[in-house]
């Protein structure tokens, strides 16, 4: 299996303009994870589907994020309008929980936002 | 609500050096226990996990961990550390019941000396 694939793996774009970062999970993983990495707060959980569906969006900053799950090998993290503050790089991880309420998540290669 | 403390943010050894890296939850049921590792400038990858059984887990690459129930600790070692070993490390804990997050630590970068 070629692992988490995540799409674009930089962007660089103006504050105020949309971004869209793709992913997709490990075939027949039910559960997929949006994180957000920084130095200043670590590894932050965004939001996490399973079989498609939100179950916990929390850890979403604001209207300005939103993602979405059209079908189980394709999700969506948007930002707009996107702002310097959301610099950081964005994981994408898929699990196949089998039944177990936490196992391993595989992780995708990353996305690194900047916003000018 | 679970949380997870590492303490060392930065470590720095010198080749063959051991290594002990801290990690202390905060959950009041099961959990599961987690170390992933982070080479520079790639993703994050399972060194080792624990569910249940025995409390000594051994991982990838000489890596090993002890889950101490009553110090709500699983602290990650290795006897004697080499240069690859440079990365980043994070402690992560999951509930066993009720939900599917994992709370990670906020890392622990771990720089060997040739």
């Known amino acids: 299996d070629a692992g988490v694939i995540q799409s674009p793996r930089h962007e660089v774009t103006e504050m105020g303009q949309e971004v869209t970062l793709r992913c997709k999970p490990i075939?027949?993983?039910?559960?997929l994870f949006w994180y957000r990495q920084t130095m200043m707060r670590g590894l932050e959980l965004l939001i996490y589907?399973?079989?498609?569906?939100?179950?916990?969006d929390s850890g979403m900053p604001e209207d300005r994020f939103s993602a979405k799950m059209p079908n189980a090998s394709f999700s969506t993290l948007k930002i707009q309008p996107s702002e310097p503050r959301d610099s950081a790089v964005y994981f994408c991880?898929?699990?196949?929980?089998?039944?177990?309420?936490?196992?391993?998540?595989?992780f995708g290669p990353g996305t690194r936002l900047t916003v000018l | 609500a679970q949380s997870v403390s590492q303490h060392n943010h930065h470590v720095i050894l010198s080749e063959a050096a051991s290594l002990e890296l801290g990690c202390n939850y905060s959950?009041?049921?099961?959990?599961?226990l987690f170390w992933y590792v982070q080479y520079p400038g790639q993703h994050l990858q399972l060194l080792l996990k624990?569910?249940?059984?025995?409390?000594l887990v051994k991982g990838i690459k000489g890596f090993e961990a002890e889950f101490i129930k009553s110090k709500f600790s699983f602290n990650l070692r290795k006897p004697s550390v080499q240069w690859s070993d440079t990365a980043e490390y994070f402690c992560?804990?999951?509930?066993?019941?009720?939900?599917?997050?994992?709370?990670f630590g906020t890392g622990t970068r771990l720089t060997i000396i040739p």
């Open positions: 589907f399973n079989n498609n569906v939100p179950i916990d």
């Open positions: 959950y009041g049921g099961t959990v599961n």
């Open positions: 075939s027949g993983h039910d559960y």
């Open positions: 992560a804990v999951g509930a066993n019941f009720g939900n599917e997050k994992l709370t």
């Open positions: 624990y569910f249940s059984g025995d409390p």
């Open positions: 991880a898929s699990s196949n929980l089998a039944g177990r309420h936490t196992d391993t998540q595989y």
